[in-house]
Every structure is written in C-alpha cells, then in structure tokens.
C-alpha cells in the first residue's frame, strides 16, 4: 500500500526548532521529487520547499529559506524539513507529497501524507 505519514509536529516556543519526517512505504521515496507544503486555518495551501529527485537540489520559499532545510535518507524512505527560529506565523498543518516529475508545485504531485500540526505560541 503506498502511503507517506508525516511525523514531528507539536507546540514550540517561537525561537525554538522543529525536524519533521516523511516517511514513505510501498515505493522508493528516492525516485520521486518530494515537497513540504503547509496550510494554515483559513489560508490557501502554499509550498515551503521541495528536494528534487536524483541530483538532490532544493528549493524553497523566499520568506523561509534561510530558516527551513529539507533533506533525505534514502536508507530510512524519509525526507525531513527542519525549521529553525520558529514563528508563531509558521502555525500551520505540515504536509509532504511526493511526484515523478521535476516539480515542486501541488498540482504535479501524486501521493500526499496527512500532515502534522505545528503550533508555534508562548
């Protein structure tokens, strides 16, 4: 059964850090572009960064990218999002997908986890 589970989330003090998971089962994580995507209360979904299939490049929004990393273990089937100096902006369920295709954007993704909820509060 294909599926990918996200792991991680939870409440955090603003400065402080999270590392999310996604792991997947059923297929070879590593053969697919694999994107962290989250979506607020009220607010449309919006990509935060991706890991490009093979050659491992990353991309990431402007407004996080000296604040977010994604990286992989094949070994495990997991790519993980670690975010630092956390806002209470970053609120948000977190979500992962992975794609065939080179792309990093929500319509060119095949399989989507659940997601995990970060809350960034005092």
């Known amino acids: 059964q294909v599926q990918l589970v996200e792991s991680g989330g939870g409440l955090v003090q603003p400065g402080g850090s999270l590392r999310l998971s996604c792991t997947a089962s059923g297929f070879t994580l590593a053969d697919y572009t694999v994107g962290w995507y989250r979506q607020a209360s009220e607010h449309v979904r919006e990509g935060v960064g991706c890991i490009i299939r093979g050659d491992g490049r990353t991309h990431y929004l402007n407004s996080v990218k000296d604040r977010f990393n994604i990286s992989r273990d094949n070994a495990k089937n997991t790519v ?43």
């Open 80 to 122: 993980y999002l670690q975010i630092n100096k956390l806002r209470p902006e970053d609120t948000a369920v977190y979500l992962c997908a992975a794609g065939r295709v080179n792309s990093c954007t929500i319509s060119s993704r095949d399989y989507w986890g659940q997601g995990t909820q970060v809350t960034v509060s005092p």
